[in-house]
């Protein structure tokens, strides 16, 4: 039977397997411009001759569909180009799919030309966009600060602005008596301590979590909202990082959306801190200040000449709430509930 085939270098579809001159009828296309289509896919049915038995073209490769040369009735000859199929040419993508035209990207986003972005999404941790998006988010972004003659701040969260644990490490009777505890602690008369439910994808459930805010937390962020473009960036997961910083900004406008999480870079060792998240060119890293309680994970000299992002870091005191052993991943917990967890769970960080 008759196939569609690409005359190369093009992806231009052509009936093919024809001898010179047969003309063919296209019966109907069942493809749009715009739509992917995977290879084998029929793309059109035709005939050769009025009232004969339908026949198919399909893909040769996969491929979005770019233009659609014939129309339906159109009487066409073999080797007359019908469609073009191209690459996938957006910019973003969930879960290895095109979020425009659904095109199976996953090798891209493998191939590391796809990235979480500067900051992820909280809505959806799976979405990624093209490298070159990123690249032109970040151009804006700088431009920006620049214009606004702002510095951005980043801000480690544990321990620095919250310590978190699991609550089963919690005794109960403690557990129970939480929200009073809160509201007696609290420096400005409002909760700081909260359980959260932090969604664990391996358990496709929320694992309760608590975090106590450290002491005028919340004037110290508003405040600094005021000079500073402020930015999270923790070695926790981004169900974490998206959990707390609902928490620290309810109405999501101190930090719109600017959150780093171990997730959106996963080529970053969890030990590191990387600014080039954040400024990848070097003359940018002057716009940047860091609140982190862990020096280490900044200190890591890159290539020379590049600076030591540990430079740029305001090392401030580690800030401890709850006794050692309730759950903080640096006193591990010594009981099965907490092993259970594994790496997913156990979502606080240095
Ligand atoms: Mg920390
Ligand atoms: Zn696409």
Known sequence: MP??????PTNTLTL???????????????????DFVHEGKTLARYHLEAGGKELTICAHQSGVVHRIFVK?????LAGQALCELRECAHDESISGICANCGADVAALEKSGNRTAGMFGSTACPLFRISAGSARRQQDDRVAALLRARRLALVLDLDHTLVHTILPRAVPPRVLGRMAAMSASL???????????????????DHVPHITKFRPWVRSFIASAAERFELYIYTAGNRPY???????????????????VSRDDYPDVPTAHKKLDVLFPADQ?????????????????????????????????PRYHFWPPGWGDTHNPVPETGLEE?????????P
Do not use: Y
């Open 16 to 34: 093919s397997g024809l001898a010179d001159n047969t003309q063919a009828t296209i019966a109907r296309w069942l493809i749009r411009p715009g």
């Open 72 to 76: 339906n009735g159109d009487t066409v």
């Open 241 to 259: 990082a998206a959990a707390v910083a609902s928490l620290l900004d309810p109405t999501g406008i101190l930090f719109r959306g600017r959150i």
């Open 284 to 316: 940018h890293w002057a716009l940047a200040l860091v609140l982190d309680d862990n020096a280490e994970t900044w200190d890591h000299p890159a290539e020379p000449p590049r600076r030591n992002p540990r430079d740029n870091l305001i090392h401030c």
């Open 186 to 204: 609290s420096r400005d008369g409002r909760p700081d301590i909260f359980e959260v439910g932090v969604w664990d994808d391996r358990r496709r």
């Open 341 to 349: 967890m594994g790496p997913a769970g156990a979502t606080p960080h």
């Open 3 to 8: 196939s569609a085939k690409s005359s190369k």
